[in-house]
Structures are given as structure tokens and as C-alpha cells.
């Protein structure tokens, strides 16, 4: 089974995406935030291994590399975008056992992308994607909270009924 990537282009998806354009009217800091957050759900559920890349010249401090909520962040070097720093991480990520997604709607990255050996999700698909991981999270709490309930712990069936069979026992 490939490993997969997914390479954000972060402030593309943060332009793209209307809850994340409408949040960095007022704080690009937040979008961003919440974008890593996002992805590091997406992370979780998919399996895939994220890298979000972000242009220097938006934030202070260049040409970092640091983790929030096991997601890479990219910070390029200055006078490098994140186009840059994108194509060369299709081609260092690239193999046999690794399938490598880029998630951009820039038609020309995403034809570099391709041209690579790497794969295009736009940043709507992206988008839907995420839909759906956040449906599949919302199940999940909500299965959990339909669990049996034991003082303020959530267990399952199957242990609330080894507890019930032992309790007539003993009793």
C-alpha cells in the first residue's frame, strides 16, 4: 500500500475556502491556525501524512520547518514562494512507495504538479474532503455519547456487560 502526502499550498486554501477568507479579513494569524487545525483533523481520519507550505513574507522568521498537531508547517526562505518549495518537495517526496497530492487551485502549479509525477486536488476538493471528515468526526462523538454511560465515563456495551454479569454474580 502507497504512503500518501498531501502538500497544502496554505494561503491559497485560505483564500479559497469562505470560512478561512472571511477569518483573515480579521486576523490572517487565525486563519492560518485554523487551517492546521483543520488538516491535522484530516491528518487523523485519512491517514495521510500533511505538509501545509506558507509563503515567508506573510510571517516573521523565515524558512522554518515546525509541527502543530503532528501537521508539517513549511514557512519558506525568503525570496522563495511556496510554489518553490512545493515543487521541490514533489520531487524529494516522490517514489514508488509514496503517492504525493497537491492541494492548490493555481493552474500552473497544479500543471508543474502533474508534470512532477505528484497528483492536483484543487482547493475545492480539498474542501469536500474535509466535509466529509468532519461528518465522519460528528458520527463518531455522537456514537460515543449514544454509549452506555457508568458515573461520569463513557464505556462500551460490551464492558458495561461484563460488569452487569459480574455484579449478579457476586450479588
Known amino acids: 500500500m502507497k504512503k500518501?502526502?498531501?502538500?497544502?499550498?496554505?494561503?491559497?486554501?485560505?483564500?479559497?475556502?469562505?470560512e478561512l477568507k472571511r477569518l483573515k479579513?480579521?486576523?490572517?494569524?487565525?486563519?492560518?491556525?485554523l487551517l492546521i487545525a483543520k488538516m491535522a483533523e484530516y491528518q487523523a481520519v485519512t491517514g495521510r501524512r500533511v505538509i501545509i507550505v506558507f509563503d515567508a513574507h506573510?510571517?516573521?522568521?523565515?524558512?522554518?520547518?515546525?509541527?502543530?498537531?503532528?501537521?508539517?508547517?513549511?514557512?519558506?526562505?525568503?525570496?522563495?514562494?511556496?510554489?518553490?518549495?512545493?515543487?521541490?518537495?514533489?520531487?524529494?517526496l516522490?517514489?514508488?512507495e509514496t503517492q504525493v497530492y497537491v492541494a492548490t487551485s493555481d493552474f500552473i502549479e497544479q500543471s508543474v504538479?502533474?508534470?512532477?509525477g505528484g497528483l492536483r486536488t484543487s482547493a475545492r476538493e480539498l474542501r469536500v474532503q474535509m466535509d466529509d471528515v468532519e461528518n465522519?468526526?460528528?458520527?463518531?462523538?455522537?456514537?460515543?455519547?449514544?454509549?452506555t454511560r457508568h458515573g461520569n465515563r463513557v464505556i462500551s456495551k460490551?464492558?458495561?456487560?461484563?460488569?452487569?454479569?459480574?455484579?449478579?454474580?457476586?450479588?
Do not use: C
Open 4 to 18: 500518501e502526502i498531501v502538500l497544502v499550498d496554505g494561503y491559497n486554501i485560505i483564500g479559497d475556502w469562505p
Open 25 to 33: 479579513q480579521q486576523s490572517l494569524t487565525e486563519a492560518r491556525d
Open 58 to 92: 506573510m510571517v516573521p522568521g523565515t524558512g522554518s520547518k515546525n509541527a502543530h498537531h503532528r501537521v508539517e508547517v513549511v514557512y519558506t526562505r525568503e525570496r522563495e514562494t511556496a510554489d518553490e518549495r512545493i515543487e521541490k518537495l514533489v520531487s524529494q
Open 94 to 96: 516522490k517514489n514508488v
Open 113 to 116: 504538479t502533474f508534470g512532477s
Open 136 to 147: 465522519h468526526i460528528t458520527e463518531r462523538v455522537s456514537r460515543v455519547q449514544k454509549e
Open 158 to 171: 460490551e464492558l458495561a456487560e461484563f460488569f452487569e454479569k459480574k455484579r449478579r454474580n457476586d450479588g
